[in-house]
């Protein structure tokens, strides 16, 4: 049986269209879903996640060739438009690399452009294979099997030669490849839920070249969607993720479509004399300055001082303990009290160290040590601490080490939240760090908000009290930015991203 889809087109706007077939059909289901026809919402453009891979995996200049080549791929057919942009997005990196960047970096774009009607039915089934014909698969294997929940990703194969990606393989081997890892994965159970009946969600324009996978052996009922019983579909919601996003890492923050990748090229030169400009003004001119002029270059900056501390703190500084966006934060706190501070760091890179301009104590991880540094800073002055540990780019917050909550001092919490629209100013990759400001800087309009909150009072002495110290500010910072609490740690983050435990060497 062949059904054609029954969402065409109304003339009245509402309700949505129900998500074909009707989900209660795919329950307990074996499903092989073609990726761009159903999970990702149509028309999809390829080039933008190709676009991805090149600058986040190989660099600038490989995005730039990519970018350059562009209107000569225009010329040739999908399938060949797609081979094409792989091989110069992909040939000479390193695998390892670009499943990197396909799990840290390509899952936030690929949700924003995923559809909720076929993530509704890939949740729906008790299995899912997931079939693109478009993205190679160590591309989408992070996304598809991590994000989206199905069980194995058939896609394109990239040819490895001691690690690094040396082309693709033709399709007739691909597939082998493919049938080889589903039999080692399900055994002989694909081929017995196809006798069931599997069910094959297609899409209406692949009718021609469709993968073995949706043939009547493996699918005995096939659904076809086209671009009208698509046009419905509705953007997947983040609150519906089928596993949150609050982890993500790479430099782009926008989806580099073509013109938005030629504008982006077009800007760095004027990007670099803009970071050149501001980090002078913030490193040598009084803070009271500083702000006009960055807001001359387009910077935006917002203070809410309704709870600014006057005074010294008792016998010594304040405590500041604010939450994690970027490097920047204890700067703009600075700034904010028009005052310097001393910030404690870690993973903090020897440039920015040196280039900071506040005063910076690095932390060792060895509890009673830092605790004591900790103290002596401030018994000099203020201190600034983001207890997240680790920078979180989404609108939510990580579990708070409670070491601040030791220091016998009250606590001034002060939330902040950034907006970036071309770079993300961090990193998990330990080369990338000391860029970290400077990117953050390089954007057009980059804006921070700075808003002190009531003082808390300090722990009364006992590590289970400095604990509920940490979640009452962590709670109290999460009112105040309408984000998520999470129990979520540096280590969380380091290994979601970067395979690792985030955890430094100590410096000499
Ligand atoms: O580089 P991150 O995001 O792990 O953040 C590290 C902090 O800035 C430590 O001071």
Avoid at 157 to 184: F, I, N, Q, T, Y
Avoid at 210 to 221: I, T
Avoid at 382 to 399: A, H, I, M, N, S
């Amino acid at each position: 049986r062949h059904h054609r889809g029954r969402m065409a087109a109304t003339t009245k706007p509402s309700p949505p269209p129900p998500p074909l077939p009707g989900l209660d059909r795919l329950h307990g289901r074996t499903l092989v879903v073609d990726v761009e026809a159903w999970i990702l919402r149509p028309p999809v453009c390829a080039f933008p996640y190709f676009m991805l891979v090149a600058i986040e995996a190989g660099g600038f200049l490989r995005g730039l060739l990519l970018l350059l080549l562009y209107p000569l791929l225009c010329l040739l057919g999908d399938g060949a438009r797609a081979r094409a942009m792989a091989t110069v997005a992909l040939v000479g990196l390193e695998e390892k690399e670009v499943a990197r960047v396909g799990r840290a970096v390509l899952p936030k774009f690929f949700l924003e452009a995923a559809a909720a009607e076929g993530v509704a039915a890939v949740q729906a089934a008790a299995r899912v294979v997931a079939v693109s014909a478009t993205f190679p698969r160590v591309m989408l294997d992070g996304f598809l099997r991590e994000y989206v929940g199905v069980d194995a990703v058939v896609g394109p194969e990239v040819r490895s030669v001691g690690g690094v990606l040396a082309g693709l393989v033709d399709e007739e081997h691909a597939a082998e490849m493919a049938a080889k890892r589903l039999r080692v994965l399900f055994g002989a159970e694909l081929e017995a839920a196809g006798k069931k009946g599997a069910v094959g969600l297609v899409g209406a324009a692949s009718s021609g070249r469709v993968h073995y996978l949706f043939s009547p052996y493996y699918c005995k009922e096939t659904f076809a969607v086209g671009e009208a019983d698509t046009r419905g579909w509705r953007p997947l919601p983040r609150n519906r993720y089928p596993r949150p996003l609050v982890f993500h890492d790479g430099r782009l923050a926008f989806a580099p479509t073509p013109p938005a990748a030629l504008a982006m090229y077009t800007f760095l030169p004027f990007g670099i004399a803009l970071v050149a400009f501001r980090s002078i003004a913030f490193s040598f001119l009084p803070y009271r300055i500083c702000f006009p002029v960055g807001a001359l270059t387009g910077m935006h900056y917002r203070l809410v001082a309704g709870h600014v501390p006057g005074g010294a703190g008792a016998g010594g500084g304040r405590l500041y303990v604010c939450n994690h966006r970027t490097l920047l934060d204890p700067v703009f706190v600075a700034a904010a009290l028009g005052k310097p501070v001393t910030a404690v760091t870690y993973s903090l890179s020897k440039v920015s160290e040196l280039l900071a301009p506040i005063r910076t104590a690095r932390l060792t991880r060895d509890r009673e040590k830092d605790r004591r540094n900790m103290a002596a800073v401030l018994a000099r002055g203020d201190l600034v601490v983001c207890p997240e540990g680790t920078t979180c780019r989404e609108e939510y917050l990580l579990r708070l080490s409670p070491l601040f909550a030791e220091l016998g001092v009250d606590v001034n919490p002060v939330a902040l939240d950034t907006r970036v629209g071309i770079f993300y100013g961090t990193s998990t990759k330990p080369g990338a760090k000391w860029m970290d400001p400077f990117y953050f800087m390089m954007n057009p309009r980059p804006a921070y908000r700075v808003e002190f909150l009531p003082r808390a009072a300090a722990s009364r002495g006992g590590r289970g009290d400095s604990i509920d110290v940490a979640n009452r500010v962590q709670r109290e910072l999460g009112r105040a930015l309408g984000f998520e609490l999470t129990g979520l740690t540096r280590k969380d983050k380091y290994m979601t991203l970067a395979g690792n435990e985030g955890v430094v060497p100590p410096a000499p």
